[in-house]
């Protein structure tokens, strides 16, 4: 049995899909810590959602700044005119 460093939880190193080799390597070096397959699944997952947030705000803060670029022509092209 092999414990996952995240959850702390046990589980059967055939369950989780490991092999001989893995169970042993992760056994030898006790620095290394394993990560379960539910875990590493989380962790997918909140690196997708801190990924999507930051696009939105990415996106949001273009849309901002051309909105602001085109005011800012706008009013030059009208004190332009009224000037001309």
């Keep these: 049995m092999v414990s996952c460093g995240t959850c ?3 589980l059967h190193a ?3 899909g490991m092999s001989d080799v893995s169970f042993d390597l992760y056994m030898s070096d006790k620095a290394r810590a394993y990560v379960c397959l539910t875990c590493k699944t989380v962790n997918v997952t909140s690196i997708l959602n801190n ?9 949001c803060f273009l849309y901002i700044k051309f ?4 005011i800012q022509y706008y009013v030059l092209l009208t004190v332009t005119v009224m000037y001309v």
């Design 8 to 10: 702390k939880q046990w």
């Design 14 to 16: 055939c369950c989780e």
């Design 51 to 59: 990924f999507s947030r930051m696009l939105v705000f990415r996106l």
């Design 67 to 70: 909105f602001c670029y085109a």
